[in-house]
């Protein structure tokens, strides 16, 4: 995954999927996929570096930021 700026948006939702958005421009950095159903949380490590989300397909899933995987 490239360099992303500092200020970014994530969101998640009901279509399984992640985004990382770059807040400044609106720009979708990067699309997040592993869930099987609806993706109801995320949280960020205080680093910034890691990914935290938790599905209905009950599962948590942590991403590295850094390689988008």
Not at 31 to 57: C, M, R
Request: glycine content about 6%; hydrophobic content about 40%.
């Amino acid at each position: 995954m490239a360099n992303y700026e500092k200020t970014f948006i994530l969101t998640c939702s009901r279509d399984k999927l992640i985004r990382l958005f770059a807040a400044q421009t609106g720009e979708l950095l990067h699309t997040f996929i592993g869930h099987d159903n609806w993706v109801k949380s995320l949280a960020l490590h205080p680093t910034g570096k890691y990914l935290y989300t938790a599905s209905d397909d009950k599962s948590i899933r942590v991403w590295d930021l850094t390689y988008g995987k």
